[in-house]
């Protein structure tokens, strides 16, 4: 079982730039892909953002955040982030952080088990 919190998200303006963190539980961290994903008010699905692989190896982002956005994780430290840089206000969403077993790109939310409670984010214009 692994269990994920988010936290460092707020309100903030357009052009500015938020670290989001997620920490996780456990000794096997290291093993898991971790993932994120908004959810932006009246969606009803998830949207992948980006992942990371287990050694921090390689990232893979979506289109809309790619050269904005970059994942990084710690390993020792347990904690996987998420800088955001350039917010927009179409960024505005409940970001949340996912762990996967499975190797390589994961970006649909049924690949990933476990899930944090997320963190809002609002960028205003």
């Known amino acids: 079982q692994v269990q994920l919190v988010e936290s460092g998200g707020g309100l903030v303006q357009a052009g500015d730039s938020l670290r989001l963190s997620c920490a996780t539980s456990g000794r096997t961290f290291s093993l898991y892909g971790m993932g994120w994903f908004r959810q932006a008010p009246g969606k009803e699905e998830r949207e992948f953002v980006g992942?990371?692989?287990?050694?921090?190896?390689?990232?893979y982002y979506a289109d809309a955040v790619k050269g904005r956005f970059t994942i990084s994780r710690d390993n020792a430290k347990n904690t996987v982030y998420l800088q955001m840089n350039s917010l927009k206000p179409e960024d505005t969403a409940a970001y949340y952080c996912?762990?996967?077993?499975?190797?390589?790109?994961?970006?649909?939310?049924?690949?990933?088990?476990?899930w944090g409670q997320g963190t809002q984010v609002t960028v205003s214009s």
């Open positions: 996912a762990a996967t077993l499975d190797y390589g790109l994961r970006y649909r939310p049924d690949e990933y088990s476990y």
């Open positions: 992942i990371i692989s287990r050694s921090s190896g390689s990232a």
